[in-house]
């Protein structure tokens, strides 16, 4: 059964950097898929955060593209989230999902539990 | 980026029909593939998936749910509505990056 897990702090200072781990079990993330990060609002909005490929390669949205870093370490199946100079609006449930590679099947068909990260001094 | 609107709540009596809509601010469709799918979540737990493109039924999911729809709207139907679908419901879009979600519609019982 494929299982992901997000760790990480759950509260972070204003101007520092979040970072989250994602540990996949059930699916080596080099075999196939994206791998990606969500994230969640408070009042419910949600966006996808960007992913990165089975091969390494990664796509991030836009609106976070200066801020973010989503890397990998295969040798233990893990891949990370770093989001830097974090602000109160960074605020969220951050979920990481596997993400289908082609885009007829570009949606995430797997989750983790999800960790809520608090942004506050 | 395309936007997806969905309506905030839809209060349905159980044993009913609830129709549960998203529209897309430009097409999500490419041929006839509709780039639109469905997720639900349920307080303190991740989304699932519920439908991919727009009307095929996810693994696991019972045959009370369908989708359906086209270009810029769609449509999650779950009938009949039993207590255990008391949820949110999102959709989301993969026609083009940055892939969007809508704002989740919350099912409420009459």
């Known amino acids: 059964e494929i299982q992901l897990q997000e760790s990480g702090p759950g509260l972070v200072k204003p101007s520092q950097s979040l970072s989250l781990t994602c540990s996949v079990t059930g699916y080596t993330i080099t075999s196939g898929y994206d791998w990606s990060w969500i994230r969640k609002f408070p009042g419910n909005k949600m966006e996808w955060m960007g992913y990165?490929?089975?091969?390494?390669?990664?796509n991030y949205n836009p609106s976070l593209k200066i801020r973010i870093s989503i890397t990998r370490d295969t040798s233990k199946n893990q891949f990370f989230l770093q989001l830097n100079s974090v602000t109160t609006e960074d605020t969220a449930t951050y979920y990481c999902?596997?993400?289908?590679?082609?885009?007829?099947?570009?949606?995430?068909?797997?989750w983790g539990q999800g960790v809520m990260v608090t942004v506050s001094s | 980026d395309i936007v997806l609107t969905q309506s905030p709540v839809l209060a349905v009596s159980l044993g009913q029909r609830a129709t549960i809509s998203c529209r897309a601010s430009?097409?999500?469709?490419?041929?006839?593939?509709?780039?639109m799918h469905w997720y639900q979540q349920k307080p303190g737990q991740q989304p699932k998936l519920l439908i991919y493109r727009a009307s095929n039924l996810a693994s696991g999911i019972p045959a009370r749910f369908s989708g359906s729809g086209s270009g810029t709207d769609f449509t999650l139907t779950i009938d009949p509505v039993q207590a255990d679908d008391i949820a949110a419901y999102y959709c989301q879009q993969s026609r083009e990056s940055p892939f969007t979600f809508g704002s989740g519609t919350k099912l409420e019982i009459k």
């Open positions: 999902a596997r993400w289908g590679t082609y885009y007829y099947s570009s949606y995430p068909d797997y």
């Open positions: 990165i490929s089975n091969s390494g390669s990664t």
């Open positions: 430009q097409s999500v469709s490419i041929s006839s593939i509709n780039l």
